[in-house]
């Protein structure tokens, strides 16, 4: 690792950073035909004319592709322009059969489905507001095998399920002034589309990708010369890749030297950017209006309906948490990041209506179960109704805090509810005082030493006793009770 | 409008043509007649007109979002040139 390549500069130069998000869509078909959009199916099983490219098929725009697209837009504060149309992108390369992609260009004319936006959101204790300068839809493309030998490519296999899926594209202004503050921005942005329900948002999978622009320049002047960085596949990566290149940079810059202009390559494993060995052309994607497609001209009523339809956005949340719930803002935010969490919280704390408890458990055991078995939440076997009634038996009394982890696990791992593990196991919190009074009487006569102590005034000495009962009752005593039990048979 | 070679080879290249010399010099020669014919149209004033992408009266053609069959997979890739292991098989695409 490069010396505070992750830090935010203090030498004389600026870092700037624009990204380039593609999103998929969450929609059942194509973009321009009714192929499914499923993924993992065989290779080139969900393929038709149209996202084949055969001689005579015509493409059909999805509704809910551009639905999707509005709602993106309208909750990036977008400009939706009343008039939009689709432009060929012309390129050779086998991922698309046609021999190019429809996409939207920014023409002053045929404009994308819209512009000039803005995400704000709070970074580093301030509040940062990143503009965006486009949100246009397009269509995916398929995906290539290279099969290789020694090294070498022999030949490259083409599947085009993938072909036609419906893409948003997000391009952002260079206003990105750190690596760490880029991975907010597009967690924050992630967030936001999970909470559009118009991507799952999983970078691992590819439904959301992120290409960034990246230059340096002195304090004050022009923008230097970029290079853009590709094939980040997480968060992480992105911030990684982006500090590589930002240290790259800097010393090339330092040096007296000047950037290349190209795109480059992250390389996971070897955590570095890596330039491409393809010639760098200046690309002439010939764009044209796409005559197979004629124009959408935006109904005000369609736009209205979906404003008006669009869900609580993280930040509301977020705020709401904190005001209603009062949750700290940290516990706030984290549970709100994560869509799926909050519903289930808010469904819980309906059934359970101790927030902070609720949240609590959330953040703690159950997020900690699924960190260390490498789920998600969704796949979690856990109910809002399950967590609630494992809470109400533990306000009850009936399982201690401990016993409730040790439920909770096996919840978890099993989907069982807790009051059939608790019968099960026969874990129920002991509370018959005459049961407890003889395990206390055995536990002070096997440790005299302790007693002793405690009676000579060592106040330490009752934990280490309260400790043995509850080894004894395998935790299932309840701990306040043990304490008043022995301190009245010691001080007796 | 002339064209010169120049012009000539990159559109030979962007469509992926190989020209002879002498093809080479007859498509600047027609190319050159085609541009200028068509040069005619700036002659109007079209100063306050909208650029025209499509000329038929059509807006907002659009489908729902429904899943339709698609092709079987055997009568797809028996159309291509080669195939392997139910993906369409291409020449390399890098140049090593």
Known sequence: MRENATTKVQDEFEIVIGLEIHVQLLTASKMFCGCSTRFGAPPNTQVCPVCLGLPGSLPVINRKAVELGLRTA??????????????????????????Y??????????????????????????????????????????????????????????????????????????????????REFLSRLRTLLQYLEVSSGRMEEGTLRCDANVSLRRRGEPLGIRTEVKNMNSLRAVEKALSFEVARQREILQAGGEVVQETRHWDERREVTFGSREKEEAQDYRYFPEPDLVPMVLDPAWIEEIRRTLPELPEERRRRYVEQYALSPHDAALLVENKAM???????????????????????????????????FTDLPLTPEKLAEMLKLMEDGTISIRLA???????????KDASSIVAEKGLVQIRDEDALRAIVEEVIAENPNPVRDYRAGKEKALTFLV????????????????????????HG | MAIDDHTVEYVAKLSRLELTREERELFREQLSRILEYFSKLNELDTTGIPPTSHVIPMRNVFREDVVTPSLEREVVLDEAPDQEEGYFKVPRVFEE
């Open chain 1, 101 to 182: 992609q429809i996409s939207q260009y920014q023409y002053k004319d045929h404009p994308p489905l819209a512009s000039d936006g803005h995400l704000t959101f709070e970074f580093d204790g301030q509040a940062r507001t990143v503009r965006i300068r486009r949100v246009h839809l397009e269509e995916d493309t398929g995906k290539l095998v290279h099969v290789e030998r020694d090294g070498t490519v022999l030949y490259s296999l083409v599947d085009y399920n993938r072909s036609g899926v419906p893409l948003m594209e997000i391009v952002t202004e260079p206003d990105l002034r750190s690596p760490e503050e880029a």
């Open chain 1, 342 to 376: 909050a519903d289930f919280f808010e469904a819980t704390i309906k059934l359970f209506p101790q927030p902070k408890t609720v949240c609590n458990w959330l953040l703690g055991d159950v997020t900690g179960y699924a960190n260390t078995h490498g789920m998600e």
């Open chain 1, 74 to 99: 309208l909750a990036l504060n977008c400009t939706i322009h009343p008039q939009s149309q689709f432009h060929r992108k012309n390129y050779y390369y086998p991922d698309l059969p046609k021999n």
């Open chain 1, 405 to 415: 982890k040790e439920i909770l696990e096996e919840m978890l791992a099993t989907g």
């Open chain 1, 467 to 490: 400790g043995q009962v509850m080894r004894k009752t395998s935790g299932r005593a309840n701990p306040d009770l043990v304490n008043r039990l022995l301190k009245e048979r010691l």
